[in-house]
């Protein structure tokens, strides 16, 4: 039976235990969207022998980020940062996936050269925030404006940043690259109908509207070769001010389409949660789930989302899914896949510490210490 600790095989990554880190922004890159000591650190902290870490939102241009100090894989700087951070996790026995990031219309001017944001259509994401450094400073959340639409023949430039920042990636050491198509981000604004209004081959029906996320897998794959990309979607988001009128045949038919890739594995999260937070009961008229997207994808599936270690389980040992990816619990245990395989008691995290900072919060959560045995008197 499959369960937490049983080896497994997802594309080309060879695996010695299912405890997955998702993808978390810490905003604590240096100057310039650069990985360094710190979060070097960060990462070496949560690596174990036959893991799996996500690497964090990484924008793959310098005409699209939404967070101050969120990390880019666009410049040399950058990618030899990135490269340390790597070498950290591999001298650890762990693997690496680099989440590649284009927000689109989640982009805000003063993180991305200055420019608009670029959308399928000039159609705002309400009530949603990026966030910025203020002259004192402070960090401080910023609605993003409204976007500009795509020219048909700007999709390809598109298509080539995404190319040179998957290289920059294997060049970097990483073991695969995990398309962020998730939380209201550019592929996801392409899929859904409530972000895409276009009428040319990247919009209407389903089938274009799934376009630019395949095609984008198409270029990752062609860069890496089969097995070492993957996707994450949010079939059940509204993070992001997004919707589509029919979710579970959207996300039905990527699935379905996915097959033909040799992803490394499709990661998925759960209706419980919402962009980084628990969602409130009744959020969803119609929720998608693993277990929904199961019977029409192929490969292995990652789900994450709000994962105890008893859900985790339990999920397994259902079939619904292959591995766990777990997020809020891995920034405050680092020594997280340990702490569950011996049933040690797991430390709270530290919200408040969560976007921007220095190492409070971030790499000073020790690691599980178990009472010493005390020497038998006899
Ligand atoms: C601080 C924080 C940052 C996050 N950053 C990302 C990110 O960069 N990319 C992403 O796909 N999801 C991101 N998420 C969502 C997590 O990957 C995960 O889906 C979510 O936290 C739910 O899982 P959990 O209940 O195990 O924390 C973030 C969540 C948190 C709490």
Request: aromatic share 8%.
């Amino acid at each position: 039976m499959k369960t937490l600790f049983s080896p497994v095989t997802a594309g080309k990554l060879q695996l010695d235990h299912r405890v997955v880190m998702a993808p978390t922004t810490r905003m604590r890159t240096l100057q310039g969207g650069i990985p360094g000591d710190l979060m070097t650190e960060y990462y070496r902290q949560r690596a174990s022998r036959g893991g799996l870490l996500i690497a964090e939102a990484t924008a793959v241009s310098p005409f699209a980020n939404a967070y101050e100090d969120a990390p880019g894989i666009f410049t040399d700087e950058q990618q030899a940062g990135w490269q340390r951070l790597v070498e950290a996790v591999h001298a650890r026995g762990s693997q690496i996936m680099l989440q590649l990031w284009h927000p689109g219309r989640q982009s805000l001017p003063e993180l991305s050269s200055g420019r608009q944001p670029i959308a399928p259509s000039a159609l705002i994401a309400r009530e949603t925030y990026g966030v910025v450094k203020n002259k004192q400073g402070a960090y401080e959340g910023k609605l993003f404006p409204v976007p500009r639409t795509l020219e048909l023949d700007e999709i390809q430039l598109l298509m080539d940043e995404l190319r040179q920042a998957a290289l920059r990636a294997r060049a970097a050491g990483f073991d695969g690259v995990e398309l962020h198509a998730a939380n209201g981000y550019l592929p996801e604004q392409f899929l859904l109908d409530s972000s895409n209004q276009r009428t040319d081959i990247y919009g209407g029906s389903r089938e274009n509207r799934a376009r630019f996320l395949l095609e984008s897998v198409d270029v990752l794959t062609d860069v890496w070769g089969p097995g070492r990309v993957a996707v994450r979607i949010s079939p059940s988001g509204i993070y992001g001010d997004m919707h589509d009128s029919d979710p579970a045949a959207t996300f039905r038919y990527l699935a379905e389409q996915l097959n033909r890739s040799e992803l490394a594995y499709l990661h998925i999260i759960e209706p419980r949660i919402v962009g980084p937070e628990d969602r409130e009961a009744g959020h969803y008229a119609e929720p998608v789930a693993s277990r929904d997207l199961r019977a029409f994808y192929q490969g292995k599936i990652i789900a994450a989302g709000g994962f105890k270690p008893e859900d985790a389980e339990d999920i397994l040992s259902k079939n619904e899914a292959d591995l766990i990816a777990f997020g809020r619990l891995f920034t405050s245990n680092p020594d997280l896949p340990e702490r569950i395989r011996n049933a040690y008691p797991l430390a709270a995290y530290n919200r408040e510490a969560f976007f921007g900072g220095d190492e409070r919060g971030y790499t000073d959560f020790p690691t599980y210490q178990p009472l010493a045995t005390k020497p038998l008197l006899v």
